[in-house]
């Protein structure tokens, strides 16, 4: 007979005993873990030792690296141009009569369609493409200067 009790273990069948289920304890070391050695990879130690034999860091002496400008602009306006695309969408699928009355969602569920033919509800999928366009517009002003 299997008996369960909390925070105790318990014995399926003789000789299988299974683990409360109360979260583990861990200790956490004391000591930092020193960082690794950064160096160039070479799978072949006699290049290893042509090499130097010594790792050394790649960036020796540089910076860290920054995004190239011209790659931010295009990111930009590709985020803006989709949720533009998006926001109209979303702003006039509602009142279109091909993508909203004839839904075949709408359609296959008459008691769907009785609430998506609300103007409140059309007018709230609405504001969210609407948004979506204030979004799409604040970002594209807001970095216009980058």
Same mark, same amino acid.
């Given at each position: 007979?299997?008996?369960?009790?909390?925070?105790?273990?318990?014995?399926?069948?003789?000789?299988?005993?299974?683990?409360?289920?109360?979260?583990?304890?861990?200790?956490?070391?004391?000591?930092?873990?020193?960082?690794?050695?950064?160096?160039?990879?070479?799978?072949?130690?006699?290049?290893?030792?042509?090499?130097?034999?010594?790792? &050394? %860091? @790649?960036?020796?002496?540089?910076? *860290?690296?920054?995004?190239?400008?011209?790659?931010?602009? =295009?990111?930009?306006? !590709?985020?803006?141009?989709?949720?533009?695309?998006?926001?109209?969408?979303?702003?006039?699928?509602?009142?279109?009569?091909?993508?909203?009355? &004839? %839904? @075949?969602?709408?359609?296959?569920? *008459?008691?769907?369609?009785?609430?998506?033919?609300?103007? =409140?509800?059309?007018? !709230?999928?609405?504001?969210?493409?609407?948004?979506?366009?204030?979004?799409?517009?604040?970002?594209?002003?807001?970095?216009?200067?980058?």
């Amino acid at each position: 007979m299997l008996v369960f009790q909390y925070g105790r273990s318990f014995t399926v069948r003789p000789g299988i005993e299974r683990m409360s289920q109360q979260p583990e304890v861990t200790t956490i070391s004391p000591e930092p873990m020193a960082p690794p050695i950064m160096g160039p990879i070479v799978a072949d130690p006699a290049r290893q030792k042509a090499a130097g034999g010594t790792p &050394q %860091n @790649p960036n020796h002496g540089h910076g *860290p690296q920054r995004i190239p400008h011209w790659l931010e602009r =295009a990111e930009l306006f !590709l985020r803006v141009l989709l949720r533009m695309y998006i926001g109209i969408a979303v702003a006039y699928v509602p009142w279109s009569h091909l993508f909203w009355d &004839q %839904n @075949p969602l709408f359609t296959r569920f *008459p008691s769907l369609s009785v609430y998506a033919a609300h103007g =409140a509800v059309r007018g !709230l999928i609405s504001g969210l493409g609407l948004l979506n366009l204030w979004i799409a517009f604040r970002d594209a002003v807001r970095h216009r200067d980058g």
